[in-house]
């Protein structure tokens, strides 16, 4: 097990603005996953890379993946108020082990 | 995608009282089950890990005689809070993994809010 670290801790943009979180992890993983978390709700599955994938789009979301520096990315282009949340990445080589997470707000 | 449920969404109770939280799979298999708690402004910390048919392994520093985890079946977990007290208060959240093979999946419910008066 291993856990992911995000960075920034806390990013505040304006809406339409494009946000980027980063996630370092440690050791070799199957896949990285990535979550968001409204303020006192669930989970909610983003998106999952697997280790032989570099990048993946999923609408205005775009994850990468480099295997290399340990490290994957999340971007989230045009972003709306909407998307004001806590993200969390989780590397996956057996349990999920969570970070602090990254607290997006979006300024309407 | 696969769907997780959790019930009850929120509970209150009495201090020294003992509250069940379940957890289902609702579209797939789960061998294995994970619980995880969330106190205000932090991350989700993982407390134990079962798997079907066998006993469950805590993380360290959870009690196991008091956080009981039954995974009786492929679609069924259980945590029991058992005599609860207020700083047991948190936000439980139970996630699920199936068959898949190594890159598999872990699905997240939704989570049950307790508090403890």
């Known amino acids: 097990s291993q856990q992911g670290e995000e960075d920034p801790q806390a990013l505040s943009i304006q809406e339409g603005e494009n946000a980027t979180m980063n996630c370092s992890y440690k050791t070799s993983i199957n896949n990285l996953q990535w979550y968001r978390q409204n303020s006192g709700r669930g989970l909610v599955h983003l998106i999952l890379?697997?280790?032989?994938?570099r990048e993946k789009h999923s609408g205005r979301l775009r994850v990468t993946l480099d295997t290399s520096k340990k490290s994957s990315s999340l971007l989230i282009t045009a972003s709306r108020a909407a998307d004001t949340a806590s993200y969390f990445c989780a590397p996956q080589g057996g349990k999920l082990i969570f970070g602090q997470g990254t607290e997006l707000s979006v300024k309407p | 995608g696969a769907v997780v449920s959790q019930h009850p969404s929120w509970v209150i109770c009495k201090s020294g009282t003992s509250v069940k939280i379940e957890c289902r799979s609702l579209d797939f298999q789960a061998t294995t089950m994970f619980w995880y708690r969330q106190f205000p402004k932090q991350s989700l910390m993982l407390m134990a890990t079962?798997?079907?048919?066998?006993?469950?392994?805590?993380e360290q520093g959870v009690e196991k005689d008091k956080f009981l985890i039954n995974h009786a079946s492929l679609t069924l977990s259980t945590l029991t809070v058992t005599s609860a007290h207020p700083e047991d208060s948190s936000f439980y959240i139970c996630?699920?993994?199936?068959?898949?093979?190594?890159?598999?999946?872990?699905?997240f419910g939704p989570g049950t809010r307790l508090t403890v008066l």
């Open positions: 890379i697997r280790s032989n994938e």
């Open positions: 079962s798997n079907e048919g066998s006993k469950a392994t805590y």
């Open positions: 996630s699920a993994r199936g068959l898949a093979g190594v890159n598999n999946e872990q699905f």
